[in-house]
């Protein structure tokens, strides 16, 4: 009996009234505990190496997942780690207490792991030793099925029945203690990942895409981490906005100061100095901290030392000399995106278009045999 099978014999877990009238889809059912209850969180050596140990025995793929603090700290580290796998039932990792997590990792190599938007999870499991050698991608295992909707809940609303509760997905992950509705909620999220990917698989296989698919899992496992990114500044919110080279040379200061003062108190650089508040400056070009405290986001709430620091990046940025300034833009590395095509290309634009076209109407006369047999 699979998971979702022994899950939904537990009638404790359905919605109460009855079940819905013959000519209604059944509602899902409810997730609201895990099968085997909230796993004790692991944060010592000992217990580490008997989930190492437990998850060495098991058999079969490893459902795996992180959480991470964004928006409330620096960086994208991992604050928890979810596995699960046949034989091992499930096990939630404090990655604060047991930082390296290389031995499992080990532990695991040569099996395959279940992750959900994996190139999301991949850098902060990488950072603490875990890096998968085979992988399968329940997100874009959805996507490259067709299905209009990704996200894990819908995947597992529509493939399987059952709904998650997702009310933590966005909560400060960094807190200590955890609270038991957060890890209940964490717990979830690897109870139904391997009957998702074996549910996909099948979908995939009848749709001639399986091959397909694993070579996309296999280019994703096998890829080197992400070179930094040049010139981040430049993906500040707004940013459009800014059209001269001194406005951009006050952006670029501005994001670089704060950027330095949110990895000493490791807090989410928006919550230090929000990208409207940058923007803001930038096209002002206030000449000192009275005219800044006028501007959104530099309000009285903020202390002067804090003015002064701003105000002190902007200076710098406006005695650049004109050689020092950076440079309108800088070149795309691979194609635009496709709503500007049109412009930029309209040939290409013309070829996505009739690629589309054939590609829905493949789609429905597929829909037609499929439903006349």
């Given at each position: 009996m699979t998971d979702a099978q022994e899950t939904a014999a537990d009638t404790s877990l359905r919605t109460t009234g009855g079940a819905p009238p013959d000519d209604v889809a059944p509602a899902p059912i409810p997730l609201l505990e895990p099968r085997e209850g909230i796993p004790p969180v692991v944060a010592s050596d000992d217990a580490l190496a008997q989930v190492v140990a437990a998850f060495a025995a098991g058999t079969g793929p490893v459902a795996v997942?992180?959480?991470?603090?964004?928006?409330?700290r620096y960086g994208q580290r991992?604050?928890?780690?979810?596995?699960?796998?046949?034989?091992?039932?499930?096990?939630?990792?404090?990655?604060?207490?047991?930082?390296?997590?290389?031995?499992?990792?080990?532990?695991?190599?040569?099996?395959?792991?279940?992750?959900?938007?994996?190139?999301?999870?991949?850098?902060?499991?990488?950072?603490?030793?875990?890096?998968?050698?085979?992988?399968?991608?329940?997100?874009?295992?959805?996507?490259?099925?067709?299905?209009?909707?990704v996200g894990l809940g819908a995947m597992v609303e529509n493939v399987l029945g059952y709904a998650l509760e997702k009310g933590h997905s966005a909560v400060d992950w960094s807190t200590r203690p955890l609270p038991d509705p957060w890890l209940r909620y964490a717990a979830l999220d690897v109870e139904l990942l391997i009957d998702l990917r074996n549910a996909l698989e099948e979908e995939l296989e009848r749709q001639g895409k399986l091959e397909w698919a694993q070579e996309e899992f296999d280019a994703i496992a096998s890829a080197p981490p992400a070179p930094p990114r040049k010139d981040p500044w430049r993906r500040t919110s707004g940013m459009?906005?800014?059209?001269?080279?001194?406005?951009?040379?006050?952006?670029?200061?501005?994001?670089?100061?704060?950027?330095?003062?949110?990895?000493?108190?490791?807090?989410?650089?928006?919550?230090?100095?929000?990208?409207?508040?940058?923007?803001?400056?930038?096209?002002s070009l206030p000449p000192n901290t009275q005219a800044l405290t006028t501007l959104p986001g530099f309000g009285h709430r903020m202390g002067r030392r804090q003015l002064e620091q701003w105000q002190a990046a902007i200076d710098r940025a406006k005695a650049l000399p004109e050689a020092e300034l950076p440079q309108p833009g800088q070149p795309l590395l691979g194609p635009p995106p496709p709503r500007s095509w049109a412009d930029k290309d309209p040939a290409a634009a013309a070829r996505l278009s009739a690629a589309r076209a054939c590609h829905e109407a493949r789609r429905g006369l597929q829909a037609v045999v499929e439903r006349h047999g």
């Open positions: 997942d992180a959480e991470r603090a964004s928006g409330y991992a604050y928890l780690v979810q596995l699960r796998r046949d034989g091992a039932g499930s096990a939630l990792i404090d990655p604060v207490g047991c930082p390296d997590l290389t031995s499992l990792g080990e532990a695991l190599r040569g099996s395959e792991w279940i992750l959900h938007a994996a190139t999301q999870d991949l850098p902060c499991l990488r950072e603490i030793g875990m890096t998968p050698t085979e992988l399968f991608d329940t997100e874009l295992a959805g996507r490259l099925a067709g299905f209009p909707r459009h906005k800014v059209r001269r080279r001194r406005q951009m040379a006050v952006v670029r200061e501005l994001w670089n100061a704060r950027d330095q003062v949110a990895q000493r108190r490791d807090i989410s650089p928006g919550k230090v100095l929000g990208d409207g508040a940058i923007i803001e400056a930038a096209l």
